[in-house]
């Protein structure tokens, strides 16, 4: 652990609120609130990423280690750490909820690294001044549930905050886990999450809020020169700066939204304070992977009616709260039109981005927008296993003979009548023609959209089976599950329970298909 050398230029060049330790308070014109990390009593390592560490210069002997353990548990500070948590607000579910800034999460410090900083930060370390009401804490299974798939995610080649750590605290949570007055105790965990930056949406939309108009340039400027220096190198003027960085930030969301979107990811809690500046995934809370193809499907009990963040409508969303940053940086900028450019450019290049992405999904060489249309309508025709349809689709050479490989994506192939076999079966037909149009072979075709498409990814039901492990203290299964994410584009000998669809059991599960965001 010596070799961590702590470099803490944000709480360094920034404005700190003067009072410090977890008293509840709104602040005024500073960013963060120094505050520790409250000891755990009986602190235990449930896993570690060898992949995060690696990016930090741990070694294997670190990852061991009891100061490890004792550090991302929150018991120790190593020398050079500065733990503070910052403030931001945002709109939760489309209503500005004013200030609510890290209530559980504590940045540790900022790593100086070969390829730059990191900063550390815990999960579920203790209150700070932004928990509100609640107790700063998080339990073994929402933890397990960002750990493994911050990590995933990663693996999958989606921008994505990183995950360090999984420990277990030694103590007991009290959570109402479906919000229906049955509040029972759970066992604690805390993360490590690792990122150059936590900065979200809603820092900037705090300050703006709070009129703070010098601090808001204080900050971004602090920002772009910190997280974005291409943009600061290729610009002087303060208002280009400020605008282009602004379109980086439209178009890094872009990208991941498409990526969101490849894969099959929900994100389930897509508030303003839950998006980060980076174009990263963040807070992973009730997300969930699609199983049957749904663009209406969200995991999400507590957006059950409303369903803002269901998956078909994450890229609109994203846009929206791009809006909400540029109100923001109005002050900065005091002009509107070339704000609005830069959104409506957002809806172009994630068109463009999605439909490359499609293109590269169904392994062509060019986006064909009528058989992409006509294949997303016929995967909501029956419930289609998103995942393994793309991958078996790979295999397809004939239209007729080989429409039996996608049988193992369909949850009821018995309900498959004559008139849905032959329509699939037509436009396997078109599909197939398309692709030798396009002068791509079979070998070609398979290659692109195997490693488009993922055969392994963090499916629900998986995680809830990890979990229940992983609460009797067994973590076999999560250290195997971890192995196989690994290469999640890549078939692995004997690993094919972790490929497969969801299980008539897990329909109804809670924490299968449905979570709330207790946690
Ligand atoms: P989330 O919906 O999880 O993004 O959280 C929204 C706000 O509530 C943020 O300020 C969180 O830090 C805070 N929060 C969520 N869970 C807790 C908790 N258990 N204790 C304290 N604050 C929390
Ligand atoms: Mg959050």
Known sequence: MQSLVFDNVFTRTLPVDPQSGSKRRQIRNALFSRVEPTPVSAPYLIHSSPHAAKLLGLSEADRTSENFLQVFAGNLQLPGMDA???????????????????GRAINLGEVKTPKGHLMLQLKGAGETPYSRTADGLAVLRSSLREYVCSEAMFHLGVPTTRALSLIGTGEQVMRDM??????????????CRVSSSFVRIGHFQMIAARQETDLLQTFTNFVIEHEFSAVAAAHKDPTERYLAWFEEVCQRTATLMVH??????????MNTDNLSILGETIDYGPYGWLEGFDPDWTPNTTDAGQRRYRFGQQPAVAQWNLLQLANALYPLIQETEPLEKILGNYATAYEQKWQKMMANKLGLSTYDAV???????????TETDMTLFFRHLADVRDPITDSVFLQDAYYAPEQIDLALRQQTERWLADYLQTAERQNQSHG????????????????????QLAIDDAQQGDFKKLEQWMQVLERPYTWQEGMDQYAAKRPEWARNRTGCSQLSCSS
């Open 178 to 191: 479906l919000y229906d007055g049955h509040p029972a105790l759970e066992p604690g965990a805390v993360v």
């Open 444 to 463: 070609a075709r398979a290659r692109l959209m195997n490693s488009t498409n993922p055969l392994y990814v963090p499916r629900n039901y998986i995680a």
């Open 260 to 269: 969101w979107m490849r894969v099959g990811f929900v994100h389930g809690v």
């Open 84 to 102: 503070h948590a910052t403030c931001y607000g945002g709109h939760q579910f489309g209503n500005w909820a004013g200030q609510l800034g890290d």
């Open 371 to 381: 058989l992409t249309n006509r294949l997303l309508k016929l995967l909501t025709e």
